[in-house]
């Protein structure tokens, strides 16, 4: 485990504290819109009511002067309801109403007024409330309040208000409580492929992170990773056979060549035993090029150079191959031939397609018995690319080995005997890769008793007849 | 014949000049891109074999500013590595041919000697050597005024033989010129083609005129 995976800083973290943010926000509109919806309301109806009869009493002033304002907020006053009235002097003395002092002096005209009281009601209660409504002087300075008990709806709506403050704030400290959670949980899955990527590293390749089965993003990412680390284990385990079989394929000529040499050399002098000790050195060296040619030109046509590609008339070329070959295969008792349809092209490097279809030719005369036949069949097929399979009657290569065969150096035991570096299918495979296509093989033309033949297939993208 | 041979490698300078002086030419040698570039502008030369990595100056480099100047002597690139598009390069440079590393030396002197005899060659209509005759215009071919029957690819591979009479050519030139193939078969295909064509040209007649060349490849010789 690494402690320097902070959870703070864990991406789940975040993600969290950001719900957190919307459950905030969430809340303060919620709260706005309740708000707005009970006491928004409840003012705006208390309003209207204290102004009406704010209004209603200052046209009975106006009428009536301070005797009848007077008359009138002391009947009002008495009667039982939501209103409540205080009448004062323009020094804020109260002349009658509901309280004994001014909750605020008006400063001039009519103004709007909200303030808690106390008062003692008709039965002796000491009733504590909200009140609002306008207060303001009349002409002549007396001074008139009418204002609206909000009784239960402004403690009910205070309620609701904190109710939802209350919420807010559980509901903030859970996202964060859950985002900590969620970000030691995802840290952990993570600690365990970032385990496995350090076991890897420190050399063992077989290290594979866990997979829990639950079919979730971390899964994914897990099976990814192993899926490449098997691949990687395998072409290690390749690269090291290739390096055994290199190693091998060379120092079996470069042993003999030296042994050559060095008998020439001990040996009393001789023309004739000289000049073949050359002629045979001569010809180990040459295998030994030849097999280091074929290294490199692998490793070019599987590496990162840019081929000169162009329209390849892949049909002329594989007719003239087996005309090429043709003679050759009659020479040694086999039977070469060609089914080539007409109009097929590919793009492609016309060299290396050559040495390709070639490579699959000399294969499979090579490993096929006298009297055998081999075959090169090229289609167009319904998928529009273009099949060309190359298939002899001959041992054929068990389905279990095929694959293996493709790999680099790889010859089976039973071809230990023959020349050749094993690097043959390979360049095939590769130059296949090149031109985006595959190599496959299947079994061939079938043969006598148990043998089925191979059939080697290289299949291509097509290019449009002109 | 006079050969100038551009090549940086010491030891494998003075090994190429031994075998193309056994060779009797007259052979003289440069270091580096430059001095091969400005012997060769001199002139005097009757083929020029060129290494394709040179100090100071590539040696492709070298055959285009040649061709430039209007020197056409026949060039050879010799290049470590066979590949296509190097290949390619070189020629499209203006090189006459190209040869990758390694190579027998009975290769290089095949091609040396094939580059003299066809440059300035006046296009011909009609071939022949001792009683073979070949008329490229009706594409038939007679031996001893009796018409031989040849399929398309051996009236090709007879031509180029024509052509090259008298010269020793390769199985490597033969897959490269009348095949256009640069890669080398593991079968012994190119003497089944010669077998065949032998047998057509020369089974009937007392003398034979197509000869093995034991180790390097084939001549056409009355």
């Known amino acids: ?466 | 014949m006079r050969v100038l041979l551009v090549e940086d490698d010491a030891e494998m300078a003075a090994s190429l000049k031994a075998s193309l002086s056994a060779d009797d030419h007259e052979v003289e040698v440069a270091g580096d891109g430059e001095l091969g570039h400005s012997m060769a502008s001199g002139g005097g030369y009757d083929v020029i074999v060129l290494d394709r990595m040179l100090p100071k100056k590539l040696g492709v480099s070298v055959v285009r500013e040649l061709r430039d100047q209007g020197v056409s002597t026949p060039v050879l690139i010799l290049s470590a590595l066979h590949d296509e598009d190097h290949r390619i390069e070189g020629l499209n440079a203006g090189a006459n041919d190209y040869l990758g590393k390694p190579f027998s030396t009975r290769e290089l002197l095949a091609r040396v000697r094939a580059l003299w005899n066809g440059r300035d060659r006046e296009p011909q209509t009609k071939l022949a050597v001792g009683d073979l005759e070949m008329d490229l215009l009706a594409r038939t071919v007679r031996r001893g005024g009796k018409k031989l029957d040849l399929q398309p690819r051996e009236f090709r591979l007879l031509e180029y033989l024509m052509r090259h009479s008298g010269q020793t050519v390769t199985r490597k030139m033969l897959l490269e010129n009348v095949w256009d193939y640069h890669f080398d078969p593991q079968t012994n295909v190119i003497d089944v083609h010669i077998s065949r064509l032998r047998s057509k040209i020369d089974r009937d007649f007392a003398q034979s005129l197509l000869h093995t060349v034991r180790g390097s490849g084939y001549r056409l010789e009355a």
């Open chain 1, 1 to 466: 485990m690494r402690p320097s995976l902070s959870l703070l800083r864990t991406t789940t973290f975040r993600l969290a504290l950001a719900q957190a943010g919307v459950v905030l926000v969430f809340v303060v509109a919620l709260l706005g819109y309740v708000y707005f919806a009970t006491v928004g309301q409840l003012n705006a109806d208390s309003d209207l009511l204290a102004d009406q009869e704010y209004a209603a009493l200052d046209r009975a002033y106006g009428e009536g002067g301070i005797r009848r304002l007077n008359q009138e907020v002391v009947e009002r006053a008495a009667r039982q309801g939501p209103l409540l009235y205080v009448l004062a002097e323009s020094n804020g003395t109260v002349i009658t109403g509901d309280f004994q002092q001014l909750p605020q002096m008006p400063a001039g005209a009519a103004e709007r007024v909200d303030f808690a009281f106390e008062r003692v009601d008709d039965d002796g209660n000491a009733i504590r409330g909200r009140a609002r409504g306008q207060v303001g002087r009349l002409l002549n300075g007396p001074i008139l309040l009418v204002a609206r008990d909000l009784g239960d709806s402004a403690l009910i709506s205070g309620r609701i208000t904190s109710a939802l403050w209350t919420v807010a704030l559980f509901g903030v400290a859970l996202s964060i409580a859950g985002g900590l959670f969620g970000a030691w949980l995802a840290s952990r899955r993570v600690e365990a492929l970032a385990t496995t990527a350090q076991e890897v590293m420190a050399g063992d390749i077989t290290s594979r992170a866990p997979v829990r089965g639950e079919n979730d993003e971390f899964d994914t990412l897990a099976i990814a990773i192993n899926a490449m680390l098997d691949r990687l284990q395998h072409l290690m385990q390749v690269s090291r056979t290739a390096g055994d079989a290199i190693a091998h394929d060379l120092r079996s000529p470069l042993t003999r060549f030296r042994q050559k040499l060095e008998a020439a050399l001990e040996n009393p002098p001789n023309v004739d035993a000289d000049r073949e000790a050359l002629r045979v050195a001569l010809e180990e060296a040459d295998s030994v090029l030849d097999t280091f040619a074929a290294v490199l030109k692998l490793a070019r046509v599987e590496g990162n150079v840019t081929w000169r590609f162009e329209r390849v008339n892949a049909t002329a070329i594989l007719r003239e191959l087996v005309d090429f070959y043709e003679p050759a295969a009659e020479d040694v008792q086999r039977s070469l031939k060609g089914e080539v349809e007409d109009g097929l092209y590919i793009y492609g490097e016309p060299g290396l397609f050559t040495q390709a279809v070639s490579n699959l030719i000399e294969n499979a005369l090579k490993y096929t018995y006298e009297n055998g036949r081999v075959e090169v069949r090229a289609i167009r097929r319904a998928d529009g690319r273009i099949e060309i399979a190359v298939s002899d009657d001959g041992p054929g290569i068990a389905p279990e080995d095929r694959d293996r065969v493709l790999d680099r150096f790889v010859r089976l035991e039973s071809a230990r005997s023959t020349p050749g570096a094993g690097l043959g299918l390979s360049l095939v495979a590769a130059v296949a890769r090149l031109h985006k296509g595959g190599l496959h093989l299947r079994d061939g033309l079938g043969g006598q008793g148990e043998r089925k033949g191979l059939g080697a297939v290289l299949v291509l993208p097509a290019m449009a007849n002109p």
